[in-house]
Each structure stands twice: as C-alpha cells, then as structure tokens.
C-alpha cells in the first residue's frame, strides 16, 4: 500500500521516491499493521515497542528526520 501511494505521490508532485514512499507508510502503517500485526513484531522489537505502537512511533522518526 505505501509503495502505491509513493508511485501515486512522485508522479503527480514529483517528490522524490524514498520520501514519497515513507510518506505513503505514514499514512498506510496503521492499517498495515491491524491487518497482519505478527509481521510487524521485528520492526516493534527494533523500536523497542509493542506491535500496537509501531506506527507512532514511525510517526515521530519520521518527523524527526523530516523527511
């Protein structure tokens, strides 16, 4: 869904494909992750949160970095 988003994003504003991506993930990872949460438990464990938390705290990575 977020790369989807990305190719959607890049073509109609040209923003470069690696930001228009993880902006897709922003607006994707909540659903993503209540559709198959078990696959998210690596990126939770790397972030050193629960499955539930991941997409806040992509949110703030993400706003940090700006991206």
Known sequence: ?????GHALGTLHHVPH???????LEAALG???DGAGDVFAPAAEAFG???D???ERYRRLWGDSHL
């Open 1 to 5: 869904m977020a790369h989807s988003i």
């Open 18 to 24: 690696g930001a228009a991506v993880a902006i897709g």
């Open 31 to 33: 659903w993503e992750v």
């Open 49 to 51: 949160v629960t499955v």
């Open 53 to 55: 938390e991941v997409p």
